[in-house]
T-cell receptor, first 112, second 111 residues
Framework: KNQVEQSPQSLIILEGKNCTLQ??????????LRWYKQDTGRGPVSLTI?????NTKSNGRYTATLDADTKQSSLHITASQLSDSASYIC???????????FGAGTTVTVRA | ETGVTQSPTHLIKTRGQQVTLRCSSQ?????VSWYQQALGQGPQFIFQ???????GRGNFPPRFSGLQFPNYSSELNVNALELDDSALYLC??????????FGQGTRLTVV
């Protein structure tokens, strides 16, 4: 069964600080990995999408890394802002599957 | 704005009733996937429609059914609602297995 595990489940950081979220997956064969930001009660919004050959991708203050050999990804948030408070979901797509495999998400709370 | 719209945004239903949720996909997209997201959980795949045909289904009972129309918009129907059906229902549109864009979701509460 394809699985996506995220850690930590939640974290609290002070405004201006950095944080790193982790994603481990067992999805195979691998096609791409996506990080989404989901505000409470809203639909997920794409931050980054990475294929097998990409090991880092940035979107503003968000930087995602991918190690396809160890099947691990991370999302680094730099200089956090209050608006970064949200759930961050790791999503993996298998090249022989029609659906996406979602992690449970990491809830980030940024405090002033 | 992702170009994917869902309606209604919120609704409350009574156990045993039926509900229809709607999704308008982004222009140019031919694939719509539906997900159920319980509070504090990641989205769970319900089913996917590709060019008006069901293209795959998750572990949901037959009382969850759907349609995709020629304009690629879609409906999710749930019969005989149960309390556990209370969740955020997300629709995602894509061009085949390309990048998926999500709507804002429909919050369903079953009482």
């Amino acid at each position: 069964k394809n699985q996506v595990e995220q850690s930590p489940q939640s974290l609290i950081i002070l405004e201006g600080k950095n944080c790193t979220l982790q994603c481990n997956y067992t999805v195979s064969p691998f096609s791409n990995l996506r990080w989404y930001k989901q505000d409470t009660g809203r639909g997920p919004v794409s931050l980054t999408i990475m294929t097998f050959s990409e090991n880092t991708k940035s979107n503003g203050r968000y930087t995602a890394t991918l190690d396809a050999d160890t099947k691990q990804s991370s999302l680094h948030i730099t200089a956090s802002q209050l608006s970064d408070s949200a759930s961050y979901i790791c999503v993996v797509h298998s090249s022989n599957d029609y659906k996406l495999s979602f992690g449970a998400g990491t809830t980030v709370t940024v405090r002033a | 704005e992702t170009g994917v719209t869902q309606s209604p945004t919120h609704l409350i239903k009574t156990r045993g009733q039926q509900v229809t949720l709607r999704c308008s996909s982004q222009s140019g997209h031919n694939t719509v996937s539906w997900y159920q997201q319980a509070l504090g959980q990641g989205p769970q795949f319900i089913f996917q429609y590709y060019r008006e045909e069901e293209n795959g289904r998750g572990n949901f009972p037959p009382r969850f059914s759907g349609l995709q129309f020629p304009n690629y918009s879609s409906e999710l129907n749930v019969n005989a609602l149960e309390l556990d059906d209370s969740a955020l229902y997300l629709c995602a549109s894509s061009l085949g297995v390309g990048e998926a864009f999500f709507g804002q979701g429909t919050r369903l509460t079953v009482v």
